[in-house]
């Protein structure tokens, strides 16, 4: 079956109970499918980029799920008619992810991440090309014709 990780982004009026029924009603499409949900994890309410229907803030939660393709549909159609879900997306991935994701995770115990100029092992700035090769490329024969 495929794989799959859903974000819901949940109204911010409503409490984390009604969060937890929401993301418990969403699982038993799956698991109604003859899928399974791997994991779940409440982000918590977070700030929203940007106002999704006059609302700043919204619960996030991942669901990862193993799941027929019509069981993940009829999931991403009651998400869409539901009034208290502002977003939700839905990627197909390879393989899930083991242990917590990179949301949950401290500063202290993420990995570090490399800049490009360390890849590359070159940490010196490109040199700046001269004006005085463009001044010799200037200066031509003036008096001949």
Do not use: C
Not at 18 to 40: H, P, R, W, Y
Not at 108 to 124: H, K, V, W
């Amino acid at each position: 079956m495929p794989l799959y990780e859903t974000v819901i982004i949940a109204r911010q009026d409503i409490s984390t109970q009604q969060v937890e029924t929401l993301t418990e009603n969403m699982s038993s499409f799956i698991t109604d499918g003859g899928g399974t949900v791997a994991k779940v994890e409440n982000w918590g309410l977070r700030n929203l980029a940007y106002k999704i229907k006059k609302n700043r803030k919204g619960h996030y939660v991942l669901l990862n799920l193993d799941t027929p393709v019509d069981a993940m549909k009829e999931m991403e159609r009651n998400l869409r008619l539901n009034e208290d879900v502002l977003r939700h997306m839905t990627i197909k991935v390879e393989e899930l992810e083991e242990g917590d994701s990179v949301m949950l995770q401290s500063r202290s115990t993420r990995p570090e991440r490399r800049r490009d100029s360390e890849e590359d092992g070159d940490d010196a700035k490109p040199a700046k090309a001269s004006d005085d090769d463009d001044d010799a490329e200037k200066t031509t024969d003036e008096g001949e014709e």
